[in-house]
């Protein structure tokens, strides 16, 4: 380790990412665990389960019936969390009140949808090949491609996807802000349904996360004569190796320096890429196998079905320009587990009230998954 | 409703005095849950356990006796996340580097403290009556007393408190930032042990959290004329009472209306005081009856030992005159329960990675919570 001594003594790292600072305890691993123990599912799911609103042909919450699908399949959320059409809101607080001041509320609509990974009930990223989880990217940037505004210079672009397949997607009335793509991956992450699926969200608000990073993205890019911090961050854990766990020629994963969740991961474009419609075919097939590889380590890590919450950052759907091009497409895996497949880290009282808190070290992190690579520890399916 | 067309509509509301937003989707509430189940502690707890490390007269972890205490009992934490003492860290990094740019890291130094609240190994703080929560407050005035900076303009102030009863607390040789007092409650919420107790922990940076809330809390002085924002804000919650649970003459605790989790609740001074050791008798009184009451009617929200994370905000230790007078003492319940005893909220996937979600509206929570005060509704102990 470049600096070992950070292995020995409490500190703090800045998330130059997010503009925020993460307590780190390396000392404090060696605590005994004797709260909550989390039980990982044992039960083996069947290919396809008839009770299932995800497997093909099945009937869903509200009547619909999914198609017999072959690869990926997309529907509009039935119990989606923002609406496309609601009464407009006009705040009926009197000008320059107290009310007006301290409670401010704005209206958000948006489209929710819902995108199955696979016709199989019983398989997870990690139980697939690269040209299987490739399917998924390009629907990803079918879906970012037909919500963009017009007037994006992103807009352009022709990455030169097979069209969606098996969906009654259609454009949206409204023009959204930002699109959210995530995956929740098990019960310890509040995942209902373990068919494989993600989530897409889109707003007419930039959330809260993106937007902070952006507001960094842009920062950096002004001050270091238009460099990209995370093209530059690459570089260096490129360089450094100790955070790295996967890299291929457009592609750096590893355990970011500022990483707040014990085994986080950061996938990030080598290359300046703002969005998904940057990556021609071949990068495309370089994000699936370093999708492959991280979801495989993962599960090796502890021999189970490994949780998390993961997600893509990318440039907002509709923004100024100078937001498009400090963008910078990058991944987020952020797993739960800490010492083993029952063992989690909790981000409670302390990390809640005051400060997110981690005990192994980044660099720890990255050497253990560094060493569980290979063949996934179980049989694939 | 003042507004009701906000039970209605999904919207953003502004956290003011974090500066971040919260999403909120009133409409999504009826979803079904077919996600993990929690399993309530259904275990009855003897009122001493030999094999607790907090109960007195126990022998702890690294060896340490617990005196027979009859009050609270506080020590230092035998795993602490930050260490008084550690080798000094001087990065190595060159000047002007990448790695000086992107790597960022600091040392931190403090001291950690555990605190139990009764000597009773069953008993919870909605067991306790008011009188027999006063000694707890009583001992957070004395260890915030002890770690003051003696410059401090708060350092002259004599709360008239009872003095530390066993501990073998001593004032800590370096002068600390900022001190986070907090509990973690349930297996749910990452408590390892059900005897009663917090956590203290004190250190030489200001975390995030409650920098935060300081930049926002100067920023509304600065630009209200010297106004307090919580002064204000408790005001006009007090006024439009359908976010208010509970209330004496001293404090509003209610359902903040940027609260993110479903049954959050914020106890805040009505009158400007900017730490514990600005209350008097009557007040520290008044503030031992708000916690009786809140912890009641979460016990009887669900009819179970409902988890939450609890913290006080409070003036830093040390800190410039402008932080100390614009801070204001509050103290933030974040509990996870959603919709049973057993159905949580999960801040997972889109709330890591784009922002915090919430279904019920604050006013259908503070609703909620107003119906079920009284008596507790399990024998107390
Ligand atoms: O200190 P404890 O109770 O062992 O641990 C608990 O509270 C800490 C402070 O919030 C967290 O860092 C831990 O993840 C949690 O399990
Ligand atoms: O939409 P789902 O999978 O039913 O729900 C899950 O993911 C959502 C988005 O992260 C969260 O808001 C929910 O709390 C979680 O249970």
Chains 1, 2 share one sequence.
Not at 41 to 47: I, V
Request: include cysteine; glycine fraction near 4%; charge should be negative.
């Amino acid at each position: 380790m470049s600096e070992p001594i950070l292995n020995d003594i409490s500190h703090r790292r800045f998330n130059l990412l997010r503009g925020s600072w993460v307590l780190v305890s390396p000392h404090r691993n060696k605590r005994p665990w004797q709260g909550l123990q989390e039980s990982p599912s044992k039960t083996t799911l069947p290919e396809y389960d008839p009770e299932c609103y995800l497997c093909p042909s099945n009937i869903r919450a509200q009547g619909q019936q999914n198609p017999k699908f072959d690869r990926t399949f997309v529907f509009v959320n039935d119990f989606s969390a923002v609406k496309e059409d609601q009464t407009e809101y006009h705040p009926e607080r009197k000008e320059g009140s107290l009310a007006t001041r301290l409670l401010q509320a704005e209206s958000v609509t948006g489209k929710c949808y819902v995108i199955t990974f696979s016709p199989s009930h019983h398989v997870t990223l990690a139980d697939m090949t690269p040209a299987q989880i490739l399917p998924i990217i390009e629907t990803w940037t079918n879906m970012y491609m037909l919500h963009l505004n017009p007037k994006s210079p992103l807009a352009s672009l022709a990455p030169n996807v097979p069209p969606l397949a098996q969906t009654d997607l259609t454009k949206p009335n409204a023009q959204y802000r930002y699109m959210q793509i995530f995956e929740n991956k098990g019960t310890t992450m509040g995942c209902s349904n373990p068919h494989p699926h993600g989530q897409v969200w889109t707003t007419t608000s930039l959330p809260e996360e993106p937007s902070l990073e952006l507001a960094q993205l842009k920062k950096y890019k002004r001050e270091q004569n238009g460099s990209h911090l995370l093209v530059d961050y690459a570089a260096l854990e490129s360089k450094e190796k100790e955070r790295t766990v996967f890299e291929n020629r457009s592609f750096w994963a590893g355990v970011p320096y500022w990483a707040v969740w014990p085994f986080e991961i950061m996938i990030v474009s080598k290359q300046h890429k703002r969005a998904l419609v940057d990556f021609d075919e071949k990068e495309r097939e370089e994000l699936a196998e370093a999708f492959s590889d991280i979801t495989t380590r993962y599960d090796n890590l502890f021999e189970t079905q490994f949780p998390y919450s993961m997600g893509i950052h990318q440039a907002p759907l509709d923004g100024t320009e100078e937001e498009i091009e400090a963008s910078h497409f990058h991944i987020h895996f952020y797993p739960p587990l800490l010492r083993s497949a029952s063992v989690r880290k909790y981000q409670v009282g302390y990390e809640m009230l005051a400060e997110p808190q981690r005990d192994i070290t980044p660099e720890q992190a990255a050497e253990r998954l560094r060493g569980c690579g290979g063949e996934l520890y179980r049989k694939k399916l």
